[in-house]
């Protein structure tokens, strides 16, 4: 892709890196009477109740899906070649969005950290070494949304910097009791930004909904934007 431009780059933060990044858009939104969220996660649907969407579930292979585009897109740096492939992924679990009258939405959410990409953890062993490495560093979260009608298609990403404080004793009861209740399990990266303790986070350089799965604002203005033209 080469027409890859750069929305908004509002953080003036010392990386630059929480953005929101077009990365394939065609025709016009047209209208809709319903829409639907293609996905099964709760913090989503949480997110996007004021729209009162009905819930769908895509079955695809993110991970073959993720293969691919990492390869293609190998001559990035490592954060735009996982977003770009993060936007392939949103793009898949609309593919067989076909029904008029209808907005399609869909996101994918990975964490970047240490250079790598940590997926959800397997289980609570990797959840623990995913969430211990995040102390005292900085790491990313990227969403990508893909927002879809008949004839129109809208791709883009959004990046949050999570900063996490430096590692002191005291935050052993708190780390532990956050494994406890196992609900890392179901999320990327193996947290999540809106359940653990407070003191664990220095700093959010974007929109914490990017962490939690959504930027819903960035949604909802696309919307806005796209049905007054
Ligand atoms: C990092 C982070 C992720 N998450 C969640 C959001 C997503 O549910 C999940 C990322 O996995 P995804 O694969 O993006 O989404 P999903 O499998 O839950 O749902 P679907 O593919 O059907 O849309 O992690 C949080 O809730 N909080 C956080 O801080």
Do not use: W
Not at 11 to 37: D, H, K, W
Not at 90 to 101: D, G, I, M, T, W
Not at 176 to 188: A, F, G, M, P, R
Not at 193 to 215: C, H, S, W
């Amino acid at each position: 892709m080469d027409d890859i431009i750069v929305v908004k780059k509002k953080m003036n933060t010392e990386s630059g890196s929480a953005m929101i990044v077009n990365y394939e858009q065609n025709g016009q939104l047209q209208p809709f009477n319903q829409v639907v969220l293609m996905s099964g996660s709760k913090r989503r649907h949480e997110l996007l109740a004021f729209m009162e969407p009905v819930i769908q579930v895509a079955q695809i292979d993110e991970r073959q899906i993720e293969a691919t585009y990492l390869t293609q897109y190998q001559s990035d740096a490592f954060l735009p070649r996982v977003a770009k492939t993060c936007c392939e992924i949103s793009k898949a679990k609309l593919s067989k969005a076909r029904e008029s009258n209808t907005l399609y939405i869909a996101a994918d959410t990975m964490v970047v950290a240490c250079d790598q990409i940590y997926h959800k953890p397997k289980d609570l062993e990797e959840a623990e070494q995913m969430l211990r490495s995040y102390f005292g560093q900085v790491h990313h979260v990227v969403t990508s949304v893909c927002l879809k009608t008949t004839d129109y298609l809208d791709v883009f990403y959004a990046v949050t910097e999570v900063e996490f404080v430096d590692y002191y004793p005291a935050l052993e009861p708190l780390i532990q009791s956050y494994l406890e209740t196992k609900s890392s399990l179901d999320k990327s990266g193996g947290y999540g930004i809106q359940e653990i303790d407070p003191r664990f986070v220095a700093r959010i350089d974007g929109d914490i909904y990017t962490v939690v799965g959504l930027p819903v604002a960035e949604v909802s203005r696309r919307i806005n934007t796209a049905i007054v033209k």
